[in-house]
T-cell receptor
């Protein structure tokens, strides 16, 4: 089955700097890669997703890149703000299965 | 509705008691997923439905866990004879076309 590895587990970034979170997946059949942000005690919220037919997608300060050959994808947050502090999860899914397999999460701290 | 709804928010059970959790998917979404998030933030897929049919139950501990999605009723996840290790937040998610999944607020189950 699919296995998703996520690094780092914790990341501290100065406000205004960029943050990068990296994930790898094992199942070459995976073709959908969402990223979720989860604040303490809240539901996971989708912030961006990418499908395997594109290599990069951007939405304002958030971008995701995908390298299908290497089976890795990354989340980039630029100009970080205090409200970006949360736990971020990458995930991978394949149409044939539909469930998504999550990474273990990255706790992002934005330092003032 | 426009958001996935889950009830109750919190549930406390003594070990060996039954627990029943409910989920109302977003109107028009035909896929429902249940995930378990344990204390270390890890998500575990439990089961998915396409309308009232089980789509994928590979994550379900079948001895004590069961789930249903009946027409015109909220979906439910039931745990018979709860154990301490069942303590977790249980999230329901729904999707329209087996792709983007939107999560509910979760039910925190505490087994004492």
């Amino acid at each position: 089955g699919e296995n998703v590895e996520q690094h780092p587990s914790t990341l501290s970034v100065q406000e205004g700097d960029s943050a990068v979170i990296k994930c790898t997946y094992s199942d070459s059949a995976s073709n959908y890669f969402p990223w979720y942000k989860q604040e303490l005690g809240k539901r996971p919220q989708l912030i961006i997703d990418i499908r395997s037919n594109v290599g990069e997608k951007k939405d304002q300060r958030i971008a995701v890149t995908l390298n299908k050959t290497a089976k890795h994808f990354s989340l980039h947050i630029t100009e970080t703000q205090p409200e970006d502090s949360a736990v971020y999860f990458c995930a991978a899914g394949a149409n044939r299965d539909d469930k998504i397999i999550f990474g273990k999460g990255t706790r992002l701290h934005i330092l003032p | 509705g426009e958001e996935v709804a889950q009830t109750p928010k919190h549930l406390v059970r003594g070990e060996g008691q039954k627990a029943k959790l409910y989920c109302a998917p977003i109107k028009g979404h035909s896929y429902v997923f249940w995930y378990q998030q344990v204390l270390k933030n890890e998500f575990k897929f439990l089961i998915s439905f396409q309308n009232e049919n089980v789509f994928d139950e590979t994550g379900m501990p079948k001895e004590r866990f069961s789930a249903k999605c009946l027409p015109n009723s909220p979906c439910s996840l039931e745990i018979q004879a709860t154990k301490l290790e069942d303590s977790a937040v249980y999230f329901c998610a729904s999707s329209r076309n087996t792709d983007t999944q939107y999560f509910g607020p979760g039910t925190r189950l505490t087994v004492l």
